[in-house]
């Protein structure tokens, strides 16, 4: 079974602060994905990998950067937390192929005070 | 554009049939997926649907597709209390790279 582990559950950060969220998949897959999730607005692509080192913006990318150092992780990075990135975050991973369902990890529920 | 909505909201009862619906507007759509999401829990793959089948079963689950109409739709037979979630369809898209769009999302609520 493919497992998607984020690092940490639960967050509370100051205004103002950077914040790293961590993401690894243990399937060796290429495609890496970080969504948030908001009530009323679902899911929304914030940014997304295909490759290690590469980044794609997706639909919400202000105010967040990413890294993909090596295959197995990607890190969402909240260069100066505010207030209105509270949020649920989660990450997923994809293999290639049509078919190739999101597999997601349990969610990072982030407040910003 | 992509675009995929969902009604916010669903009540059943127990052992009642539900249906979530689901409307998206790029039709080139290739596959179409169904997610859980339990109460503090990441999003869970039900079913998918390929984008020139009409209809997929199994088990419990119905997926019915109208392509006419960039309809779909998740029947649930025999709902349970298990089955109180958050539903999301999605689409993945011809040349829309390797993401999925997703819809706001059906909080299904079975009432005994």
């Known amino acids: 079974d493919v497992k998607v582990t984020q690092s940490s559950r639960y967050l509370v950060k100051r205004t103002g602060e950077k914040v790293f969220l961590e993401c690894v998949q243990d399937m060796d897959h290429e495609n890496m994905f970080w969504y948030r999730q908001d009530p009323g607005l679902g899911l929304r692509l914030i940014y997304f990998?295909?490759?290690?080192?590469?980044?794609e913006k997706g639909d919400i990318p202000e105010g967040y950067s990413v890294s993909r150092e090596k295959k197995e992780r990607f890190s969402l990075i909240l260069e100066s937390a505010s207030t209105n990135q509270t949020s649920m975050y989660l990450c997923?991973?994809?293999?290639?192929?049509?078919?190739?369902?999101?597999?997601f990890g349990n969610g990072t529920r982030l407040t910003v005070t | 554009g992509e675009d995929v909505e969902q009604s916010l909201f669903l009540s059943v009862r127990e052992g009642d049939s539900s249906v979530i619906n689901c409307t998206y507007t790029?039709?080139?759509?290739?596959?179409l997926y169904w997610y859980k999401q339990e109460p503090g829990a990441g999003l869970q793959l039900l079913t998918y649907i390929f984008s020139n089948m009409d209809m997929k079963q199994d088990q419990r689950l119905t997926v019915l597709l109208n392509k006419k109409d960039k309809h779909l739709s998740l029947r649930i037979a025999d709902t349970q209390t298990g089955d109180s979630a958050i539903y999301f369809c999605a689409e993945s898209l011809t040349g829309g790279g390797n993401k999925l769009t997703f819809g706001t999302g059906t909080q299904l609520k079975v009432e005994l």
């Open positions: 990998s295909y490759d290690v080192k590469m980044k």
């Open positions: 997923a991973s994809r293999g290639t192929g049509g078919y190739s369902p999101l597999h």
């Open positions: 790029d039709s080139s759509s290739t596959y």
